[in-house]
């Protein structure tokens, strides 16, 4: 059985929030930001989650010691449109929760 892992969220007041994020569901950072309401209802995932809106941006802020996967074209087209984009910004829509991402770290961007 598949077991919760902790990563941490930065919201965009600059709360830290250590949460549970299931592996067993197929839920992605966004779904998990949502589901803890870590940031007002319809300013988050207003796409639902296909990579078309960015409002779902984070930092990933300790990128040197978790290996997430390869941005996919989607991404990297959607972030190249963006506002408040940095080197280690990622849409957390596109981040799977698994047993890999232990101990991630992200901070919201700001709302476009």
Known sequence: MAEDIKITIIDREGE????DAPTDMGMNVMEVVRAYELAPEGTIGICGGMAMCASCQCYVLNAD?????????DEEAML??????????RLGCQIHIDPSLEGLKVQLAPES
């Open 16 to 19: 830290t929030h250590i949460v």
């Open 65 to 73: 010691e978790i290996e997430l996967p390869e941005m996919n074209p």
């Open 80 to 89: 190249s449109e963006a506002f408040h984009v940095k080197d280690n910004s």
